[in-house]
């Protein structure tokens, strides 16, 4: 079987991850890198200054879009319209516009988007995705989380990185939001405030939100990318290794029966009947064998590839986190409960 070709769009930190892990991939071959920064010190591969150059004289099976969002969708409809598969990084588009311009392409050329949401690799996300939908925490009541750390200064030096599409809420929440729709279910609506008390840029440095699920369940989750806390994804599992580990779990998903803390999976129920506070708890922590999400990811897209497997998370799905992503900004913006369709 030959070799899966794949080209791609955007070498900077992220697109590096995806080199690394098309190199753990057997049958898969980066072919070509379009960016104009590039060098041949990072693959030694053609290199291009555009996507529609690299696609004219490069042969890709598929295609990944790691561009900063606002730049997703021209190269995205690209690679699609030149017969390729992509994968393109989170969220899909800086719009649930562009994602649909995105969604109505897959359709019309046959081709299938993948949108990076790696989380949705880890073994820990499919097991407390089993663990709600099978019952074991009983109805599911309330959820509760929080992605609050403190970049670093010089990450905002970049201009676009003090706008709105390079803020915590596209950047960072989009991870939690599909998380949180992948193992609880639809979001019906969205109630949020911003702030930006600290830099006063266009981008918000705080957002508090409220969900409403389509179960009926309730949840809230605090975001911000100005404070000094030990609460979010990365540090739980140290999957960013310029963010120090803590072990600490971010969000808990709350049923009537038990409760489970995450993404460290801790499960907390009663001792003993009659479930309820009058008996002690007690927590188990739950075991999982983790893999590098970036490698499963890159494993993944080339079955899809070769028609071997259907995408964990199409187009259309990436819209509808997307969609729920943005509601929290047009929440904060018109002081409205967003209702989700």
């Known amino acids: 079987m030959s070799n899966v070709r794949i080209g791609l769009v955007g ?13 753990q991939c057997d049958g898969v071959e980066l072919v070509a890198i379009a960016d104009p920064m590039a060098t041949k010190a990072q693959a030694d591969v053609p290199l291009f200054m555009d996507t529609q150059a690299m696609l004219s004289q490069v042969k890709c099976d598929g295609v990944i879009v790691s561009t900063p969002t606002e730049h997703h969708l021209s190269p995205t409809l690209a690679a699609l319209e030149a017969g390729a598969h992509v994968l393109v990084e989170k969220p ?42 099978d019952g074991l925490l009983g109805p599911l009541v309330a959820v509760s ?8 200064e010089t990450y905002y030096d970049p201009d676009w990185r003090k706008k709105w599409q390079a803020g915590p809420i596209v ?22 405030e911003t702030g930006n008390p600290v830099f006063g840029w266009e981008k918000e440095d705080v957002a508090a939100l409220t969900l409403r699920f389509e179960s009926g369940a309730l949840g809230s989750f605090i975001l911000s990318d100005q404070t000094t806390s030990p ?18 779990n971010a969000m808990r998903f709350m049923g009537r029966d038990a409760s489970l803390e995450f993404p460290n999976l801790v499960l907390w129920k009663h001792e003993a009947p009659p479930h309820d506070w009058t008996q002690p708890l007690v927590s188990e922590a739950l075991n999982f064998e983790a893999e590098d999400a970036y490698t499963v990811q890159m494993r993944h897209f080339a079955q899809v590839i070769r028609g071997e497997e259907t995408p964990r998370i199409d187009a259309a799905d990436a819209q509808r986190s997307l969609a729920a992503t943005v509601a929290v900004m047009e929440s904060a913006r018109t002081g409205q409960r967003v209702i989700l369709r």
């Open 92 to 133: 899909i588009c800086a719009t649930v516009e562009e994602a649909s311009q995105i969604v109505a392409c897959c359709a019309e050329t046959k081709r299938h988007v993948l949108v990076a949401h790696q989380r949705r690799y880890y073994p820990q996300v499919e097991q407390a995705r089993e663990i709600i939908r």
């Open 231 to 248: 609460w979010t994804w990365e540090m739980a599992l140290g999957e960013n290794i310029s963010i120090p580990k803590t072990n600490q």
């Open 11 to 23: 070498a900077g930190v992220i697109g590096a991850r995806h080199i690394g892990a098309i190199d």
């Open 145 to 152: 989380g929080q992605w609050t750390l403190r970049k670093h």
């Open 171 to 192: 950047t960072n929440l989009i991870h939690d939001m599909d998380a949180i729709r992948y193992i609880c279910g639809e979001v019906h609506s969205v109630m949020a």
